[in-house]
């Protein structure tokens, strides 16, 4: 998480207040520099940072690489008080971090090169999750202001059943949060606050709520990611389902048109009825030799219209 990055020297023209953080994994350490309008970066693997160690202090020699590691990355997350830090920055957006530390008791030297990023990294990195950080500390506002009401509630009717404080000093109005929050917008700063904002606002609550924002990211997205796996699975099934039933249909036909005329004939063929009309004469001629060449004929005789001439 982002700690403030105590610096005894910076080549820098302003003198400006820096925060840092670091995001290691198995194999890798990423560092991130900023200060609020710009973020540089610089990610580690562990070869690379052991190789940096010996070129930069080649009278050390360390038995067990992990300790050497495990020291470096002390350096950057705060645990140590003893670091003297120096901050460099190039004219090619280059940054260097020097740090100065103890180790065995002998001088310890590292330094860190940070390229500057462009693009959506500082909004990523810094600037959407203190934005995620106000829309919680909102919600949790929400929350204590309907708690003091349902207190209030409470103490109300304990008071209409006849209940009484002992102690006049500890007794409370009843909460009014338009006038809580009208209050609370007549505030100001401190002069500490707005010289160096931020000190004071990276405090240890401040990063526990940042790391409590990071981890509330991750759930959802995971919650997501697996919300989409799981539908495109159901999708996959659902196609499996129609393929199957579309094999099965095909094999249905192959089968019938397998079998022998007089089978399906018999089988899926509809009787056929032949109902005659009145005064009209029906034959059937069924050709039983052969399904497909059953033909029917029908032959009709009309009767005779007799016509009267007149002479």
């Known amino acids: 998480m982002w700690r403030v990055l105590n610096v005894l020297e910076s080549t820098s023209n302003n003198r400006e207040n820096y925060i840092i953080k670091k995001i290691s994994s198995e194999t890798n350490h990423s560092i991130f520099l900023s200060n609020l309008s710009s973020i540089w970066h610089e990610n580690l693997t562990i070869e690379t940072l052991l190789e940096r160690c010996k070129e930069l202090n080649p009278c050390i020699d360390a038995n067990t690489p992990e300790k050497l590691v495990l020291h470096v990355l002390s350096l950057v ?143 959802t997205k995971n919650k997501q990611s697996s919300g989409k796996v799981k539908a495109t699975d159901e999708n996959m099934e659902k196609n499996d389902v129609i393929e199957a039933n579309c094999v099965t249909e095909e094999e249905t036909l192959l089968t019938i048109n397998k079998q022998s005329p007089e089978k399906r004939k018999v089988n899926n063929e509809p009787q056929l009825e032949i109902k005659a009309e009145p005064n009209e004469e029906t034959s059937i001629k069924p050709n039983v030799s052969s399904f497909r060449e059953e033909t029917l004929q029908i032959k009709k005789r009309k009767p005779i219209q007799r016509v009267k001439l007149l002479l």
């Open 77 to 219: 997350d705060g645990s140590r008080k003893d670091v003297e830090t120096i901050l460099t920055v190039l004219r090619d957006n280059m940054c260097i971090i020097k740090l100065n530390s103890k180790l065995a008791g002998v001088l310890f030297t590292y330094e860190f090169y940070l390229e500057i990023l462009k693009g959506d990294m500082l909004y990523k990195e810094l600037m959407s999750p203190v934005y995620m950080m106000l829309l919680e500390l909102q919600s949790r506002q929400q929350l204590l202001i309907n708690l003091l009401k349902k207190k209030d509630t409470e103490i109300t009717e304990y008071k209409m059943n006849g209940a009484q404080l002992s102690r006049k000093n500890i007794e409370t109005q009843l909460f009014n949060e338009q006038e809580f929050l009208a209050k609370c917008s007549e505030t100001t700063f401190s002069p500490e606050i707005m010289l160096d904002p931020i000190q004071h606002v990276f405090t240890q609550e401040t990063r526990n709520l940042y790391s409590d924002i990071i981890n509330k990211l991750d759930r």
